[in-house]
């Protein structure tokens, strides 16, 4: 899986991490064409197969998704794994009405791709009610490395925008 790619590797050349996360994103655009909802996208559930410039990511684990068949649909179980999760999913009340898990799938994938910019994820506490509190900050604890790029740095900075609305898309 991915994770275990990461931290054996420690830093993932430009190229490769552009090209995984390619894959991540027309996987997630697809299935977000098709009303389906991850809910639990993390290292562990992208798996690589083929080496060097034919590797390929792919998606597994649907056990949590969801099926939205009306657009603008809203999911109401809040679900996932803490260190991906969004913070309409973490914060009391912030969605009392349901979230929008397409735009929670987006931070999820934001938190994927500031992993294989950084080795390291962006939110990470030594217990729940501290890691809560930096997911709904937003802030990561370091800042993306500038020789990765301002244009990488604005995209993690983007795909973690508390507001799930100012998230961009999949697609």
Sequence with gaps: DLLQYVN????????LARRLFHHLMGGIAFCHALGIHHRDLKLENLLLHGFGDAMVLKIADFGLSDLQTKPGG????LCGSPLYAAPE??????????????????WSCGVILYALLVSALPFDADDVNSLVRLVQQGTPTSPVPAERGAAAAHLVHAMLAVDAKHRPTAG
């Design 8 to 15: 054996a590797s420690g830093w993932v050349p430009d190229p």
């Design 74 to 77: 809203l999911s109401g179980t």
């Design 89 to 106: 999913l973490m914060t009391v009340g912030a969605a009392p009405d349901g979230y929008d898990a397409s735009k929670s799938d987006i």
